[in-house]
Structures are given as structure tokens and as C-alpha cells.
């Protein structure tokens, strides 16, 4: 092997401060993503240095020297000798982005990889290094193993239409997907609420589209409330070069998204002409869906094409977003040059038509070398030739292209989208709804078991989604995104060989301190307790566990914030609930509080002694509980979380409540949801029942959509007055709508229904 010399100036030394254990096996050592098991160690003695045999791994080896300085681990300094060093060789026959860690005779330790591979083993030195200093040892220790990646597609989305964000956030946003070993960053340009990229043929997309007036005020869609505070702000050409060489330079891929052909306002507000029906337009001020969207007559698509020209140009990646979800069919159904088109072409309906839209830019940027991908509703209507898919309706439209043979990014909802909940509600800032905590997050794993081998060969990974409706600043992105991303990367980085939930929840814990130095914001929800409710012969107790064993929980039942004065709750203890109180409680370390506040309210009623079952159970991602869930006292509330409700989509529940003697109520409630910009509906209709054998049941009410729509308030259950006849078993009938209408969020698909609490008094 011929070496090559550098210059003193080109010789990057390192401060080398360690950890003296002995390797563990896997995920032993605070590194995120986990390392892999190693039986073997060598130390390097501060100051050692480290060393590049190769030139082309100078960039790398400065970027690590600014994260070095970044982190405040001890600056580099200058050094020649190969004692005692990090020695970096560049290894083409690994596999991309793998790396290894081999002790070498002389006392030093050679980082070898491909390019990829050699930044991901920097960034573990990194990780190494602070967890090292910050325990203050003498020595760094590295296992001698060999590291790579699961997957391909190892993701983070950003939406920055609907709030926008300055170039040095979107930078550290980077950053901290490089120093979790994470690959691509898609990059939400364009929806309905603001265009945010520079396009040098189009000046009005943002001269009008980049601007709104306001913003609708929380969750205000009837009545509509704005803010009136202006929004704008878009990337030039330039910043995008920027951003796009910074990301390149930390081996991340960004993936750019403009959405097509929904989704569409910022750009149409610009150039109407390019609608339907070429009326004035706005760019949208609340969230949701438009009617309005591209056509698909020719002129349109031409403007689409320009459009993509220069973001194939500003963007090297393989793959640039098109969208292609949550297209309502109204105005194409409406408009005489689309209705031509579908004659033309023998279409069979709008889906069809939707379809020849996606399959016209997927054709176009095949011939430029690249390749569409795009939401998994463009499966509809037929899957264009060339397209992946990034499934985020749950799994099902990945399971069905990888099946046709087309890559595949996982991304459903149910884990993957950090714009849900992650802790308790009233702990933690406003949402769009759901419940996705760190440990939901953590047990993804991307490829279904449905999928044949061959088949899950086309799953290239998974990308968790940051949209930002009700996210207006870094500090509440980063808190979202952080510390889930970090169990996302672990999931996409280890695969199955991840350690397991306790063991990374140990490691994230003092990866806050890692965290702390980038700095970056982040959620300590996993310090959360976990209640449980327990029913027994017409009881209520309620049990309580700690995040973590060398702490303690405080509690009160008086209303009263928990102090270190308050009541010690001891590991399996049951607290009584013999009438309705507020249970707060919350978890102490070192005599400080660590976690965030419990606070609970139960309300006894005469649901809680009955048994209750459902002919169908609610849907996985919203069935924490079990059907148990709807007579435990507890009353879901608004702001929405997953972790509160029960939820149905596309079924109709027959949910029973039997008694063992029968009993005589007057007053039915039940809980319901009505958020229709996140799919969730309220029922069409319901039906009570009620009979005192189980067989024969006999009608009480029964309430149409309007009735249901009238007597609903939001966080106020829905009340029936009963007839006040005995019986000992209750039927709940609730009917949905089949589909939701056009123009509304998720139109064509299947409502939500969500439930809380049934009560009965």
C-alpha cells in the first residue's frame, strides 16, 4: 500500500477522551444508532490524532473537526504520528455506507468504508467521543466491528409550506439527521397554504403563492377564525444550491416535493389559468383540502413540466416528489376540457384520469433520468410504469406496489408522523391529534410480514413526516421531531438486530446530554407515567408505573400539584376510586421533577360495573386499552389524543354493556369526536337498544345524522335521555357514512369514528 503524505496543515489531530468498560454486547456503549455486538476493544490515549490515507476523505475529516467544535469536545491539533491514532482508509469493496472499526499493530484503529461509510463511523466516533467526555475518562474505546445500515431510505420529511422555515434551522435539521446516521431529507416545498421555491419562469409562484394573509387560529374550522398575522418566506435558486451542497456534504439525499396535481393553491392563486375554471383564487389560510387543482388539460401540464425542469437542475437526487394525494375529483367532473380528455383517452372515470396526470410527469422525468415518487394514492386508477410509492395510509398501498414491483417508503400514520401527540395532553404543546409516543415509534418495523421475500426486496426503507399546520417555529419542529427520530434511525439503522425497547430507552436517556450539546430541543415525554385502570366486582382503582426504577412517583387526589410532600406511590400499590376525583401525579429523580404531569379525571358512573364487548375491534393504531377503554371512568377531552380514544374507520360498531342484575338508568352519554379535517367524523346514525335476556331487544332511540350533528359539542359528551325501564343488557349501533364527500380532507375514503367514554347515570 502506497501512503500518501499530507501537509501539517492537512493533518486533522483529535482530542481522544474514552470510555475504560469493557465492550458489551450490542447498544452497550451510548451510540445512537446501536452499534453491534463486539467482544473486543482497543483504547486509544489522549491526545491521539487521527489520520487520512487517502485524500478524498479530507471533507469528511473537516466536518467532523466542526462537529468536534460544535459539540465542545476538545478542539483537534496539529500531529504526525501514526501512534495512537485514528487511521481512516477508504475501502471500495464495503458495502455502501458500511464501516469497520480493526485494531491495527502499532496501537492505533483504522476506520475503513466507502466514503458513505467512513462519515457514518465519524459520526459514531462522535457519539463516542461525548459520551466519553462527558463522563471525563482518559481513554476512547472502540469495538471492533463491522456497522451498516438495514435499509436503503433512511428518512425525515419537512413541510415548510405551511410554516416556513430559515435556512440555518434547515440546516440543523440536517444536521441532526446526519448525526443519527439518517440518508434523505424530503423537503415539503408547495401545498395549498404557500409555495416555497424559486421558480425562475414562473415569478408570481412566489411573488402571489409564497404569501398568505393569516392563518386559521388553532383548530377554528367552523367558525372560521384567523389570526391575522401575514405569512411568507421562500428558498431562492441560490439557497437551494446551498442546502442541497450542505446536505450532500453530510451524504444526505434531498428529496424535493411539489405537489400535484392537489394540493395546488399557492400555485394556482399565481396562475389561475391553470384551474379548472381559471377564477380568482387565494392561497389557502386554513388547513385541509381544496376543490380546486390542477386540470389536466395540456397547457397545465406544460406548466408542470417547467416547473420540474428547474427542480431536476437546482436537485441532484434520483427520486423528486409529485404528491398525488388527497385529489378531490369535483372540478374535474365539472370541467368540459377534463370530461374531454377522459373521452379521448377511453377513461373509465376521474381515478383513471388522476392516474394518465401522474403518468405524464412520471414519463417525463424518466426521460430525464429520474424517477417520480409519490402519496399512495397514485396507486388510483392505475400506478404509473416508472413511480414508488411512499405509503402513508397505513401499509397497504406499499404492500400493493412492492407487490407490482415498485419501490417502497414506509411512512403510515400510525408511526411514522411527528405531528401527533407523543406524551400527555395537558403536558404538551397543540397537535393535530393522534398518538404516536417514542416507544410506538420504536417497535416499526417497515417490511409487513405479508410480503413474500422477493417481494419485500422493493421495500427501500422508511421516512418519518414532520407537517407543520400547528408547528410555527425550529423550537417546537425540533421538539416533534426529537427524540423520535432518534428511535426511528435506530429501527431503519439495526433492523430486527435492534437491542429492544428498555435497552434504547436506557441510552436515549443519557443521549439527551449528546442532545443538549448540538443544542437542540426535544421532548421528555418517555419520563411520562403510565396509568392503568383496573375494574373488579364494581370497583375502581387505579395502578401508576415509573418511566424508570431509581425514581419515584408523587400523587394527589385532592386536586393539589404532586410535591415531595404529596402521597409516595409504591410499585404495585392500587389507589382507590370510590367517586369522581382529578388524580394527579408525577415522576421525581434526585428529588426534582423529571417527567411531565400526570392529571387524570374519573367520573363514576353506572357503566363502570358492566361488561362490555363489540362485535368489531377498534383499528390497531387506536385500540390502546382495548373496547375496556370506553367504561374506565375516564372522559377523552380536546386537544385530541390517540392514546384517550378508541377509533373505527370504514366499520360500524355494535358495542354491548351487560349488567349482572338489571338496572335502571336515565340518562345515556357517550363520548364522540368531530374533527373532520383529520377524517374523523361523527356517526350517521345510532341506535340504543336495550333487553333483558341478551336476545330480545327492544329500540329506545335512535338519533339521524342531523339529530347527532345538532345535540354534538366539542368536548362535551353527546346526551340521551333514557325511558327509565329496566334492563340489563345495552346495544350501541353506530352507522358511518360510507366515504367522505368531495371537497373535504381524505375525500373518498373511509370516515374515522373515534369514542371515548360511555356513560350512564
Not at 463516542?128 to 475518562?137: E, I, K, N, S, W
Not at 409562484?205 to 404569501?211: D, E, F, H, I, P
Not at 372522559?635 to 392514546?643: D, K, N, R, T, Y
Not at 360510507?738 to 373515534?754: E, K, Q
Amino acid at each position: 500500500m502506497t501512503k500518501i503524505t499530507f501537509s501539517r496543515w492537512q493533518r486533522f489531530v483529535l482530542f481522544i477522551i474514552g470510555c475504560t468498560s469493557i465492550i458489551q454486547p450490542m447498544g452497550a456503549q451510548q451510540v445512537i444508532p446501536a452499534l453491534p455486538a463486539s467482544t473486543q476493544k482497543i483504547k486509544i490515549v489522549w491526545p491521539a490524532q487521527v489520520i487520512s490515507e487517502h485524500k478524498d476523505l479530507l471533507p469528511e475529516l473537516e466536518l467532523f473537526q466542526r462537529y468536534c467544535n460544535q459539540l465542545g469536545i476538545p478542539p483537534l491539533k496539529a500531529g504526525s504520528t501514526t501512534q495512537q491514532a485514528l487511521v481512516l482508509k477508504l475501502d471500495q469493496q464495503m458495502a455502501p455506507e458500511a464501516y469497520a472499526f480493526k485494531s491495527l499493530p502499532n496501537g492505533s484503529v483504522e476506520l475503513r468504508g466507502q466514503r458513505d461509510g467512513v462519515f457514518r463511523g465519524l459520526m459514531t466516533c462522535i457519539q463516542l467521543m461525548a459520551d466519553a467526555h462527558f463522563r471525563g475518562d482518559k481513554y476512547l474505546q472502540f469495538p471492533i466491528v463491522t456497522d451498516q445500515p438495514a435499509f436503503k431510505w433512511r428518512g425525515m420529511h419537512l413541510d415548510v409550506s405551511r410554516h416556513f422555515f430559515p435556512l440555518p434551522f434547515v440546516k440543523k435539521y440536517i444536521d441532526i439527521l446526519a448525526l443519527h446516521k439518517m440518508n434523505s431529507f424530503h423537503w415539503h416545498l408547495t401545498d395549498d397554504q404557500g409555495w416555497r421555491i424559486e421558480i425562475k419562469k414562473y415569478p408570481l409562484l412566489t411573488a402571489v403563492g409564497s404569501k398568505r394573509h393569516e392563518t386559521m387560529v388553532d383548530k377554528h374550522f367552523e367558525p372560521y377564525i384567523g389570526d391575522g398575522t401575514p405569512v411568507e418566506g421562500y428558498y431562492t435558486q441560490d439557497e437551494i444550491k446551498e442546502v442541497v451542497q450542505y446536505a450532500q456534504a453530510r451524504h444526505i439525499q434531498v428529496v424535493p416535493e411539489i405537489e400535484m396535481p392537489g394540493h395546488a393553491m399557492a400555485a394556482l392563486a399565481a396562475y389561475p389559468n391553470y384551474s379548472c375554471f381559471r377564477s380568482p383564487l387565494d392561497v389557502m389560510t386554513k388547513w385541509g383540502v381544496s376543490e380546486d387543482v390542477f386540470c389536466t388539460k395540456d397547457s397545465t401540464l406544460q406548466f408542470v413540466k417547467d416547473i420540474l425542469d428547474e427542480v431536476c437542475t437546482l436537485f441532484p437526487s434520483q427520486y423528486i416528489h409529485i404528491g398525488g394525494d388527497e385529489v378531490p375529483k369535483t372540478r374535474w367532473k365539472q370541467c368540459a376540457s377534463c370530461q374531454q380528455r377522459i373521452r379521448d383517452l377511453h377513461l373509465k372515470d376521474e381515478h383513471e384520469l388522476q392516474s394518465y396526470f401522474i403518468s405524464q410527469i412520471d414519463q417525463y422525468l424518466h426521460k430525464k433520468g429520474r424517477q417520480a415518487i409519490g402519496w399512495d394514492e397514485i396507486l388510483e386508477g392505475g400506478l404509473a410504469p416508472h413511480a414508488a410509492i411512499m405509503s402513508w395510509r397505513g401499509e397497504e398501498g406499499g404492500i400493493a406496489a412492492a407487490r407490482q414491483k415498485h419501490p417502497v417508503v414506509m411512512s403510515p400514520g400510525s408511526h411514522c408522523y411527528f405531528d401527533h401527540y407523543q406524551g400527555n395532553r395537558q403536558s404538551e404543546p397543540l397537535a393535530i391529534g393522534g398518538f404516536t409516543p417514542l416507544e410506538k415509534v420504536y417497535s416499526y418495523f417497515p417490511i409487513p410480514e405479508v410480503l413474500k421475500p422477493e417481494e419485500a426486496t422493493y421495500i427501500l426503507g422508511a421516512q418519518g413526516n414532520l407537517w407543520t399546520e400547528y408547528i410555527g417555529s425550529p423550537d417546537h419542529a425540533e421538539y416533534m421531531m426529537l427524540p423520535r427520530v432518534c428511535a426511528l434511525a435506530e429501527v431503519l439503522w439495526c433492523g430486527k438486530q435492534k437491542p429492544g425497547y428498555t435497552e434504547f430507552k436506557s441510552r436515549i436517556r443519557k443521549h439527551f446530554q449528546f442532545l443538549d450539546r448540538i443544542p437542540a430541543h426535544y421532548s421528555k415525554a418517555m419520563y411520562s407515567i403510565q396509568s392503568l385502570v383496573q375494574r373488579n366486582a364494581g370497583t375502581l382503582s387505579v395502578s401508576l408505573s415509573a418511566p424508570f426504577p431509581d425514581g419515584e412517583i408523587h400523587y394527589s387526589l385532592n386536586g393539589n400539584e404532586p410535591n415531595l410532600q404529596a402521597s409516595t406511590y409504591q410499585q404495585g400499590d392500587l389507589i382507590a376510586i370510590s367517586s369522581s376525583k382529578k388524580l394527579k401525579a408525577r415522576y421525581f429523580e434526585n428529588n426534582r421533577p423529571a417527567g411531565p404531569l400526570l392529571e387524570e379525571e374519573f367520573e363514576i358512573h353506572g357503566g363502570l360495573h358492566a361488561q362490555i364487548e363489540t362485535n368489531i375491534p377498534p383499528a390497531e393504531q387506536y385500540s390502546l386499552g382495548g373496547i375496556q377503554k370506553l367504561v374506565d371512568a375516564r372522559v377523552g377531552h380536546l386537544p385530541m389524543v390517540g392514546s384517550e380514544w378508541l377509533g373505527w374507520s370504514g366499520k360500524d360498531p355494535e358495542i354491548t354493556l351487560r349488567w349482572d342484575t338489571s338496572m335502571n338508568f336515565r340518562v345515556f352519554e357517550i363520548s364522540l369526536l368531530k374533527q373532520e379535517e383529520s377524517w374523523i367524523y361523527l356517526p350517521a346514525a345510532i341506535e340504543i337498544a336495550s333487553s333483558l335476556d341478551g336476545k330480545q331487544f327492544t329500540s329506545i332511540r335512535t338519533l339521524n345524522q342531523k339529530e347527532i350533528q345538532d345535540n354534538s359539542k366539542p368536548d362535551i359528551p353527546l346526551r340521551i335521555v333514557l325511558t327509565g325501564e329496566p334492563f340489563q343488557f345495552l346495544r350501541i349501533r353506530l352507522k358511518q357514512n360510507s366515504v367522505i364527500p368531495d371537497g373535504r380532507p381524505g375525500a373518498g375514503s373511509p370516515p374515522w369514528l373515534f369514542i371515548s367514554e360511555i356513560l350512564l347515570n
